[in-house]
């Protein structure tokens, strides 16, 4: 199984702290895997997902999004990926579905239309398709984004993330907002994705049970990786195969300095 994310000594320090937020941090996720980044608030977390993503420079270190240098080759990475990120990226004062269209134009998914009447069917298909999933009414995608509810403006963000199909879906804290059948719903839909196209998942997220069946489960405290394996081997090494994920996390998190 080839590499699509390949991240060897990371390190991002801000101007004007005394320790790097990610600190030499290394790791591999490859093609069609389940891979998430678990750690507590503060821990870098969001600062390595924003460099993976190319919104964010590194200080120093190697990254590559399917074979291609971040730095070098921003512009190529982003048509590779798929970003729901923690705080939502939307523009308030177009309707719902006006942003989706911006971004399927954005990336040459579809030729812009001013009006979504106009839109190829294909468009309004997907559209149609993906809205279902998640929980989003066709009079919810005529609102502005600013009439939305903050649960709504997440379900919005996956939508218009999941519109061309990216080859490597970062995801982080997706489900924060969404009511149970909801979470449930996406979580069906990635796990479709990614036996029907080899979605690459990289998660982050604070509901540990979401991460209980990923392939390989990375730990970073204080911007430094304190554990990574598949979580039966995190749960074995850690804390007896028989417990869960959670405790197995809460106990490295309270045992590492």
Sequence with gaps: MANVIEVSRLIKRYKN????????????VGSGEFFSLLGPNGAGKTTTISILTTTLSKTSG?????????DRQ?????????????????????TAEENVRFHAALYDLYPYRPFYSLMP??????VTHLTSIIGLTASDLSKPVKALSGGMKRKLEIVRSLMHQPQILFLDEPTSGLDPLSRKNLWDYLTQIRKSNGTTIFLTTHYLEEAENSDTVCIIKSGKIVALG???????????????????YLKIIQDTN
Excluded: C, M
């Excluded at 921003?74 to 177009?94: C, E, H, T, Y």
């Design 121 to 126: 069917t294909d468009y309004k298909n997907q």
């Design 17 to 28: 702290s005394p320790d790097p937020s990610v600190n030499n941090v290394s790791f591999a």
């Design 62 to 70: 190697l990254v590559k999004i399917a074979g291609l240098d971040i």
């Design 74 to 94: 921003s512009s190529a990475v982003r048509q590779k990926i798929g970003i729901i990120f923690q705080n939502p990226s939307l523009d308030p004062n177009l």
């Design 230 to 248: 598949s979580p039966a081997k995190i749960k074995k090494n850690f804390a007896g195969r028989h417990t869960t994920l959670e405790s197995a």
